[in-house]
């Protein structure tokens, strides 16, 4: 039997996958995307459990020049409001509303680490360069959502007079690219303080990507309706521009010497072009190069070699909640974005040095071990909350409110507690130590009220969308990382050593995130239709 040949297949409906096939259908392409799920979105994605919608991803989003430029070429118009930020240390807590904002960082940590003012005021004129630096790199719109040839404005008034800004400010930038705790190490000696700043970041992020947060901190917005609504739009038009969804499908091998992949149940589907957006040591790991040319061969090889060997980045563990109060209490707290710490002390070496003893010497059965380890990793740790209703009201039933709680947490954890089989016990564990830290600090009325919970580890992210060690934003930040990670050199980030095979999304280049994934999805469509 012949299969039916599509001009393109799109590998993964997450952002990347999505955004590829929405610009190749728009230009007229026969595309088939193929979803693992039921539902397309990958990590950016919302859901609904007991009336609250819960992110299952991403919290909010950053337009970073490119999230509205892409809505505006493929005609999309999303109802989204800004998402302000707080940040609190303890008992005192700061919202971030402007650059002047810096200034109350700086009094807050001021008051929590007296003796550090040199230290802390040298970090805020850091940021504040980093901040002018990044009014730079999104100071235009991304020119590949541009129609260059017929936006002369654009082109003369805009690009033109930036490129040399851009090139100087990039690189600045490159010279920052060594992990946040080394380039903060060298300035501030007082290991709470550098905890307190950094330690709700992946362990190694690029300095300038972690100090550029106060900007971005400012950016943020969120689309009615949940975060979710992002890729459910452009799923919407990709739909209506007649592309193809192939739902519930998992694509197991490829075969590029035959331009055909596989799915799970032995289905072939042909291509001429394909985009793999999904998880990169799976599309080496499936692909079958027989056929193709000893060159091409021994290229893929020794980029599989060299990719196998590398691990994604951290995850997060994720507690949600349904509480049983109104979502006014919780707004005389916080904005619906709140980074809270409620101890100064900082995590020092508990979360790496001293799980990676337990872990390397066998600990992970060891219950009363693990857990006491537990307490100072809940009780010292930042955490991410996220209130959805305190942006759109009609994310939680009336009167009540959800609460999406995370901490960064590694994948190795979860996984041999899960060997050691108590998996469940520990979520639990953690669960209540997390309510119990909130209670006693920020949230006096949260145990009492939760009517509600349920929680994400890495190994939900990693069964859910298949990523590598759960990881949320492609690969760790561990030199060299195995792809493009030069803003300049976006462009070949999308391309694999397979002609008429591209790849786009989180693992395709680094630092990644929602903003890039978009991009790398519009510039592998590009490579293929030219436009
Ligand atoms: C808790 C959390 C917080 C985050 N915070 C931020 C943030 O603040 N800012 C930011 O920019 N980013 C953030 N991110 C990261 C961001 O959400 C991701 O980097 C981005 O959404 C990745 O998009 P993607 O399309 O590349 O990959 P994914 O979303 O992983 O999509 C891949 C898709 O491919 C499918 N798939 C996998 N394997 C196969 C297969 N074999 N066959 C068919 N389909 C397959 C999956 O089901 C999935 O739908 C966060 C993520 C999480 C989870």
Partial sequence: MTEKRYHTIVVGGGIAGLTAAAFLAKGGSSVLLVEKNAECGGLVNSFTVDGFRFEAGVRALLNAGIIFPMLQQLGIELNVVKSPVSIGLEKEIMHVKDISSLEDYRRLLEGFYPGSEAEISEMIRIIRKVMKDMDVLYGIENPNFKDLRHDRDFLFKQLLPWLPRFLFTIGRINRMNMPVESYLGKLIKNRSLLDIITQHFFKNTPSFFALSYFSLYLDYFYPLGGVGRLAGSVEERYLELGGMIRRETVITRVIPGEHIVTDQNNENYQYDNLIWAADLKTFYRIT??????????????????RLLEKRGGDSVYTLYLG???????FGEISHGHF?????????????WSELNSLLAEGSAGNKSRMLAWLDKFISLNTFEISIPSLRDPGMAPEGKTGLIISILAGYDLFRVIDEAGWYKEFITETENRIIRVLTSSVYPMLKDKIISRFSFTPLSYERRVGSSEGAITGWAFTEPVPVINKIQLSNRAVLTPIPSIYQAGQWTYSPAGVPMSILTGKLAAKKISGA
Avoid: A, I, W
């Fill in 323 to 329: 509480v049983d109060e109104p979502r006014e209490k």
């Fill in 288 to 305: 079958d190069t027989r056929g193709l040319s000893k060159r091409v061969c021994m290229k893929f090889e020794k980029q599989k070699n």
């Fill in 339 to 351: 980074f809270y710490t409620p101890s100064r002390q900082g995590l020092g070496e508990t979360h």
